[in-house]
């Protein structure tokens, strides 16, 4: 029966972990997968995911059905979380909001709700270069996938210019639009507050739909509020936006698969029609959301001391972030005189950085000094730390030095 049945290429992200996982080398490091380690490279596990956790043991919950969005005190508090507890049509009751299987889930719900009620248009614009998964996401919910441009290869920056100029001549009127709202991934470039409020003038003029991607809320800044500033500014200029928001990274919930999509609508009888229709499209995909994750982030969220604790432990990573890509780049700037300019790997944001390595020697680090990263030169900053740093930057210094 599945003798036509193609053989499908791997996962490029999974397949470096894979070959990773093949190699015996002591020395090896992974910076392909983009999870958050500690300076220990281990896997880390929150303290206020753990005091959570036990809070919920001890009131024992039962494992009955969440409704079909989720737990309602979670989306609330999600939401809360993103928008601002000020955002205008949060307080007006106008924003429709579901619990999702992490980020991933939020996409294709968003994707799979706009293709069956957003009239005007079935065009998705994408930056250039966007996540990986983007493309399939929206192509499999029916989308036709664009491109707008994002990243200068030779500045390994933002190229501003190029991308107003697609926004306002290239995409058609009410297309949407894709924006990472923070911690841009690959790249970890993005758009400074005024270039924010330029696009969101753009989207407005061209009438095109502001679909916003939150993965990494907190990662960027350490702060979650200024990580929001994008999608707070575009609701403050009234744009109805959608949002995914992810709460893999910024609580370590990875395989937890916690997350929420809203829409902030017009009004709350527009909200209580668009909250039926997410339910009739996520009764026949998976019927409803698993409890125990959401129940810890809402544990989290809605307890002062703990939401305290967060904070401080979002802050704790995104901070050893910025100290690995500062100590990366003094390593290959002062003490190795790699070639090149370095200071992207210091100004790029959040989790990832674009090293501007090319393919061979991405294949080179990985054979000779079972480094192993992305073929597009990208590393996860996460996977560095005191033991390895040193290391790592010798190797590249190998590679770009040939
Ligand atoms: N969007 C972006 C930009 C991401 O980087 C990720 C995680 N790699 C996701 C969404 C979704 O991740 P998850 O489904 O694990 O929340």
């Known amino acids: 029966t599945w003798s036509a049945v193609p053989a499908g290429p791997p996962d490029p992200i999974l397949g470096v972990s894979e070959a990773f996982k093949a190699d015996k080398d002591p020395r090896k490091i992974n910076l392909g997968v983009g999870a958050y380690r500690d300076d220990q490279g281990k896997p880390y596990v929150l303290g206020c995911v753990k005091k959570a956790e036990s809070i919920l043991e001890a009131s024992q919950p039962d494992k009955e059905y969440l409704p079909i969005t989720g737990l309602a005190e979670f989306t ?22 579901t619990q999702s299987i992490s980020g991933t889930g939020a996409l294709r719900i968003g994707a799979a709700f706009l293709a069956r009620h957003y009239p005007h248009s079935k065009v998705v614009y994408l930056p250039s270069p966007s996540w990986g998964n983007h493309v399939p996401i929206f192509r499999d919910s029916g989308f036709e996938v664009r491109n707008y441009s994002y990243f200068d290869p030779t500045t390994l920056g933002l190229n501003f210019e190029a991308l107003k100029t697609d926004l306002l001549t290239k995409a058609p009127e009410h297309s949407v639009v894709l924006l990472h709202a923070c911690a841009h991934n690959p790249t970890g470039v993005d758009p400074t507050p005024e270039q ?6 753009i989207c407005k003029e061209r009438k095109l739909f502001p679909f916003f991607d939150m993965a990494y809320q907190g990662f960027a800044s350490g702060s979650t509020s200024r990580d929001a500033f994008a999608v707070r500014h575009f609701v403050s200029q009234g744009h109805q936006v959608a949002l995914c928001q992810s709460f893999a990274k910024n609580m370590g919930l990875y395989g937890e698969r916690v997350g929420a ?3 902030v609508t017009a009004d709350p009888d ?3 029609r668009v909250d039926s229709q997410l339910k009739i499209i996520i009764r026949p995909m998976y019927s409803n959301p698993p409890a125990h994750g959401a129940r810890i982030a809402n ?11 967060w904070e401080r432990e979002v802050k704790g990573m995104a901070d050893r972030i910025i100290t690995m890509r500062e100590n990366l780049y003094n390593i290959l700037t002062n003490d190795l005189k790699t070639p090149g300019e370095w200071g992207h790997i210091k100004s790029q944001i959040g989790m990832f950085s674009f090293t501007g390595l090319k393919k061979a020697q991405t294949v ?25 740093i040193s290391y790592f930057a010798e190797s590249v210094d190998g590679a770009v030095k040939g």
Request: charged share 20%.
């Open 76 to 97: 609330k508090n999600a939401v809360k979380l993103a928008y601002g507890a000020d955002s205008a049509p949060l307080k007006a009751g106008s924003i429709s909001a």
């Open 196 to 201: 924010w409020a330029e696009i969101s003038d």
């Open 261 to 263: 999509f809203s829409l």
């Open 270 to 272: 527009e909200k209580a």
């Open 299 to 309: 544990t989290i969220l809605s307890n002062e001391e703990l939401y305290a604790q």
């Open 364 to 388: 080179a680090l990985a054979e000779k000094a079972h480094v192993y990263m992305t073929a597009d030169g990208r590393i996860s900053m996460a996977g560095l730390n005191a033991s390895n």
